[in-house]
């Protein structure tokens, strides 16, 4: 069974035909979000194949799960998997392999969004309008970098191409590798002070949650731009959502967030000086390419015993 295929195209791709006739694959559509629901409709199901973390699969869903032996997960690390519990369940996970540049082409859509005032621009023009902002410049500004691993690496890459400055800083920043990613090294406080653009590229776990929070958002510019396209525990939503509406930043760009589907009510739905996408950093063409046919790989794999891409061993 595949879960959240929001756009209905998961069978579209990686040639699912190639699973044996015997075997009904199945892709739910709508998002389920009550645990009780979750579980009656996994009861019987041998295989799970998980769109990134649309749905967690914690222990108290996975204790429950009796016929459950395979877990494919997209990307090769799920902070919404509890991997301790499904190893206890003799539950075996695998990964697929996964794109890092579509995320950092989307925080750079978000950036140049927020700066050139395209979506109240599009706005403008569809309503019979003419030129109603004035945008800001990527030449010469200051990009900061929460985070530099593969995805603030190639950020840090793109924004010296826009003749940007760019600073990086992370928990255990390697100075010299910063360096060679031509990016300056600081310090936290420094970095959120000096940037005309933040942008989050940080791994997701209990010691980086809430790693952009009220006192970091407080030292950006009033000019400043914050973009996360990581994870969205990642910023303190409410101290975001109290600069936006007292205009202490500039704007922010946002791809994901502390509860996802974004509820239709969410205050970010109305937060001014926003763009906001539905969790599109992977939603491309080529990374569900690599998804799903490495879903299918792993599917056949485990088949015929011989598990691929495990990560609980």
């Given amino acids: 069974m595949l879960l959240d295929d929001y756009q209905g195209v998961a069978l579209d791709y990686g040639g699912w035909d190639r699973v044996p006739d015997e075997w009904q694959v199945v892709a739910l559509e709508q998002?389920?979000?009550?645990?009780?629901?979750?579980?009656?409709?996994?009861?019987?199901?041998e295989i799970v194949v998980a769109m990134r973390e649309r749905t967690p699969l914690p222990a108290a869903i996975l204790d429950r799960l009796p016929e459950l032996k395979l877990l494919i997960t997209t990307g090769m690390g799920n902070a919404s998997i509890?991997?301790?519990?499904?190893?206890?369940?003799?539950?075996?996970?695998c990964g697929t392999g996964i794109k890092v540049a579509p995320t950092a082409e989307l925080s750079w859509g978000l950036i140049l969004a927020l700066l050139?005032?395209?979506?109240?621009?599009?706005?403008?023009?569809?309503g019979g309008g003419w030129q109603t902002t004035i945008g800001g410049d990527l030449e010469g500004a200051t990009l900061g970098l929460v985070g530099l691993g593969r995805l603030g690496t190639r950020m840090a890459a793109i924004g010296?191409?826009?003749g940007m400055e760019v600073l990086a800083w992370s928990q255990n920043l390697d100075p010299a590798a910063?360096?060679?990613?031509?990016?300056?090294?600081?310090?936290?406080?420094?970095?959120?002070?000096?940037?005309?653009?933040?942008?989050?590229?940080?791994?997701?776990?209990?010691?980086?949650?809430g790693v952009v929070g009220a006192a970091?958002?407080?030292?950006?510019?009033?000019?400043?731009?914050?973009?996360?396209?990581?994870?969205g525990p990642l910023v303190d939503t409410d101290a975001l959502l109290a600069a936006l509406e007292r205009g202490a930043i500039?704007?922010?760009?946002?791809?994901?967030?502390?509860?996802?589907?974004?509820?239709?009510?969410?205050?970010?739905?109305?937060?001014?000086?926003?763009?906001?996408?539905?969790?599109?950093?992977?939603?491309?063409?080529?990374?569900?390419?690599?998804?799903?046919?490495?879903a299918v790989d792993g599917v056949l794999a485990y088949l015929a015993g011989t598990p691929v891409r495990v990560v609980n061993p």
């Fill in 31 to 45: 998002h389920i979000d009550d645990a009780e629901e979750l579980v009656d409709v996994l009861s019987d199901v």
């Fill in 82 to 93: 509890d991997f301790a519990a499904a190893r206890r369940n003799g539950v075996v996970v």
């Fill in 116 to 126: 050139r005032k395209i979506p109240a621009e599009d706005a403008g023009m569809r």
């Fill in 160 to 162: 010296r191409a826009f």
């Fill in 178 to 209: 910063a360096r060679e990613a031509r990016a300056e090294p600081v310090e936290k406080r420094a970095l959120f002070e000096r940037a005309d653009v933040v942008s989050v590229h940080y791994k997701l776990s209990e010691r980086s949650r």
């Fill in 216 to 231: 970091e958002i407080a030292a950006m510019k009033p000019s400043a731009y914050l973009v996360n396209t990581s994870r």
């Fill in 250 to 294: 500039a704007g922010a760009g946002i791809d994901v967030y502390d509860s996802e589907p974004l509820p239709a009510d969410h205050p970010l739905r109305s937060a001014p000086r926003t763009v906001l996408t539905p969790h599109l950093g992977y939603v491309t063409e080529d990374t569900y390419g690599t998804f799903f046919r490495d």
